[in-house]
Each structure stands twice: as C-alpha cells, then as structure tokens.
C-alpha cells in the first residue's frame, strides 16, 4: 500500500499556511468582494490563499498538478492537488464562522482521478479533519495531536440526523418531494451546510447528508475523510468518488435509504 505520510504533512503545512491568511482578513472591515459569472461571491482572501498553496505546491511538489477553485488547472500528470481556499466564503463574508480550506490529493486510478489525502480546516472553530487512503481519519490540532474519526452506528432512519445545505437547490433540480420526504422520516434535521455536516458525518455527530449541486473542490477533501472514517460518499446517482456534480454522504448503514428518498420524482 503506497505511503502518503509526507503528502499529508505537506498538505497540513499548506492549510497553515492557508489559515493564517484567510484569519487575517475574516471580519475586516475592509475585506474586498466580487462577483464571479455563476453570481457566487469570491473574496481577496479567497484569491490569496490559493496562490499562498499554489506557490507552495509549485516549490514542494512541481511535477504535480494543481487544480484550484479560483485558477483552474495548471500542469499534467497522475497526481493533481485539488484546492478550494474558503470553502463556505457567503459565511466567510458575513463574519459567520463556518467556513474551511479543503486541500486533497488526487491519485489517477482506473475510472478516474480519486482523493487519497485531505485536509480540512476551519480555523475560526479551532477545528481540523484528514485522512489518508488507508490509513484512517483523524481530528485535531496537528498530526501529533489527534482523534481517530468513526462514524456512527445508527442503523434506523427514525433515529438518524440529517444535515443539508439548502432547500431551494433541492427544489430547483425537482427534487423536493424526496427530500422533504426524507426530512420526515429522520430523527432530526438541521441545515448545517458546506463541508461541516461531511465532518460531522466521519465524527459519529450527524449520520446522513447531501447536498444536490457541487464542484470537485468542494467534495474530494471532505470524500476521503468521511471513507476513511468508515463512511460512504457517493453522488446522488450512488457513484463512489467526488465526481458526480453532486453529493450524499452517510453512516454506511443507512445509504442506500438516503439515496432512495433523494432519487424520488
């Protein structure tokens, strides 16, 4: 089984790294913010940390491709880091403290590229989560200080929480019914958004989540820590893997029902 130790540590230098800008700007009165052509915001501090990683990648790890939320994808090869600088930048804005840098590493492997390192770190919850393929996901401050990661074992729909981002991106896409559905069927709902509840989903917290319009950047980092942790993440279409455009993120046990409810006419 390859080793990713020193991808690992590289990619928890980054999110240093990355954390320390984007703390730096959140809650500035300053802080400058455009609009993108898809009418998302994107913020100065979401520009600067992915150049931060980008020029660090580019010095630790040149043969190694880059694909960033904000500059697209630089290089070629069968490894490719995948980088999404805030993750969760509406909050970021606004001074709401969920938001996170999701950095992975991606592996060409037969059917596509798959994450085999992620980090996610949110520093204004003094929060981090990562994994590596095979060897398990963790949380805690450093790699030297940390908590395995196990998700729960509720096996029950009437006893599982769920966790999503919105209801109009369920309605748009018409799948309102099902989801609504699904919300009446579980234990407990809450719209916890973007890459938390996927955390959460690794930790035990939250057993079932989905969310129906994603990019790569947003789901490679939160996909191998939630299968690391004993979960499943699939796209709606229940593909293993970050590449559906879409995601559901579960205990394992309780998949194949969340997946049923989403799929609904």
Known sequence: MADYHDDLRLAHVLA????????????????KVETKPDMTPVSEADKAAEELIRH????????????????????????????????GTKNYVRGVPVWATLISLMEAREGGYQPVVGVVSAPALGRRWW?????????????????????????????ASFAYSSLSGWEERGRLDGFLDLTRAVWRTRGYGDFWPYMMVAEGSLDICAEPELSLWDMAA????????????????????PHSGNAAASNGLLHEELLEYLNRD
């Open 222 to 241: 939160t996909a191998i820590v939630v299968q690391e942790a004993g979960g499943t993440f699939t796209g709606l279409d229940g593909v293993h893997g």
């Open 56 to 87: 660090q990648l580019q010095r630790a790890r040149p043969r190694d491709a880059i694909l960033g939320e904000e500059y697209g994808i630089e290089g070629t090869g069968p490894r490719r880091w995948v980088v999404d600088p805030i993750d």
């Open 131 to 159: 994994a590596a393929k095979g060897a398990g996901a963790y949380t805690g401050r450093s790699l030297s200080s940390a908590t395995r990661l196990h998700v729960s074992k509720v096996a029950k729909l009437s006893d």
């Open 16 to 31: 240093d790294a990355a954390d320390a800008a984007t703390m730096d700007r959140f809650k500035a009165l300053d802080l």
